[in-house]
């Protein structure tokens, strides 16, 4: 008898993943079954048939439905050429909600997200329609290992000991010892490259990115999707604005991708200037208009839930909450810094600019931030 079961008692088709009884030693039939902490009684569900179980019909139905996912996944992989071929690098589209994106990239994303999604969706179908379909128990034994077990192991280790001469050979075992010691220098040297400017359009090199967002001193700010520059009046005392540096469009286009707009996502809040407890830096608001990244310093979700009266930005991602009357400073949660302030005053125009990059990086915690 295997030791799967069906909830009758039967022996259940074993798949592969058990073992029958010839391959099971006879010191692990003789152990009791698990009973400790965490034990839990067999679930006495009643079983239902699937429809295809019975109606050939349905299950002829659902082996079409099967075969014509892995069909369509086909079809993308043939697109997904097509479009690695046929498509400009440089060419544009404009997908509502995300705005303009490379052409390629969009194409060559979704054909071969829809491949391997169809697949796995033809998958799931299959194991639900017309595989085995029965409710089963396996018996299981303790972890631990038997005191027998435990002496075999350590009478392998002294053979293999002895038999590889690890001990005899001290000659070998050191030079091998300093050899595994310098093995991972290459990999420490190779990380040389994240200080090394790459060919991106700012010339900047990979750990520099991660420092560095759009905002310069002047940029003028502006609203998160209509773009329109913003007076210190459009902002009522309690509000709350998404805003972007006024050139993001023109960088997102050049990069083809949303990386500036997200380093650079910034929120804007308004209180009354008396409410302002501290900030990061002398004079960084403008008449009680402070404005703060709006990346999570946790993991990096962008943030947004603002309460006017406490002045508490609270994150819906892990519930870390920043006190922005307080310079930002976390009150709760697992973020471990403070969300960076963006210093800010008005053009001769009357709208609101920034007066300095981000004095500190961005986002979430990395290795440049000792
Ligand atoms: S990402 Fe904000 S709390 Fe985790």
Redesign the pocket.
Known sequence: MSDLTTRDGASAPDHGHGHGNGDVPADDLARPLYEGPGALPAADIPHRPRRSDFDPKAARRAERQVAGLFLLSMLMVVLFVVAYIAIDPQADIYIPVFGEIGYMNFALGLTFGLGVFCIGAGAIQWAKKLMPDVEVVQERHSLASTPHEDVETAEQYERGKEESGFAQYKVIRRTLIAALALFPIPLVVMLRDLWTPTDSAAGLSPAEQLSTTAWVEGMPIVTDGTYVKIRPEDIPVGGLVSALPEDIEEIQKAEHNLNARGKAAIILVRMEPDEIRAQQGDGWDYQGILAYSKI??????P?ALYEHRTHHLL??????TFDLADAGNVIF???ARRMPQLPIGVNEEGFLVAKAPFAEPIG?SFWERG
Do not use: D, F, L
Request: hydrophobic share 20%; net charge neutral; aromatic share 0%.
């Open positions: 999570c310093t946790h993991v990096g979700c943030i994150c819906p991602c892990h519930q870390s949660g697992p973020a979430p």
